[in-house]
């Protein structure tokens, strides 16, 4: 049984920092492409970024891009999303999940890609 524990969410004032974490249980985090979204109230879930199979690139998205970063500890089966400079926008549910299939190549444009979803990490974002 697969499953995928996200932890790490918490409050933060704008500026601040936070490392998620997403435990894998059930699949070699190696093996497969490792993604995470958010969900913010109201609003509908988007990508953040993904830590492809293998060696393979991360991939943030533009409004993350020179504040959060993505990796990859394959010893501790666990993925992580560091997020620095916090803003206010940032403030939602952080989910992770992992690619259907090996992807050496990830993207969280195609969130159908993904399952194996987690429960989720509230981040909030005080300005």
């Known amino acids: 049984q697969v499953q995928l524990v996200e932890s790490g969410g918490g409050l933060v004032q704008a500026g601040g920092s936070l490392r998620l974490s997403c435990v894998a249980s059930?699949?070699?985090?190696?093996?497969?492409?490792i993604g995470w979204f958010r969900q913010a109230t109201g609003k509908e879930r988007e990508g953040v970024g993904c830590?492809?199979?293998?060696?393979?690139?991360?991939e943030v998205v533009d409004s993350a891009k020179g504040r959060f970063t993505i990796s990859r500890d394959s010893a501790r089966n666990t993925v992580f999303l560091q997020m620095n400079n916090l803003e206010p926008e940032d403030t939602a549910v952080y989910y992770c999940?992992?690619?259907?299939?090996?992807?050496?190549?990830?993207?969280?444009?195609?969130?159908?890609?993904?399952?194996?979803w987690g429960q989720g990490t509230p981040v909030t974002v005080s300005s």
């Open positions: 999940a992992r690619t259907k299939y090996p992807m050496i190549l990830c993207s969280v444009a195609y969130p159908t890609m993904f399952e194996d």
């Open positions: 059930g699949i070699a985090v190696d093996y497969y492409a």
């Open positions: 830590v492809s199979s293998s060696n393979g690139p991360t």
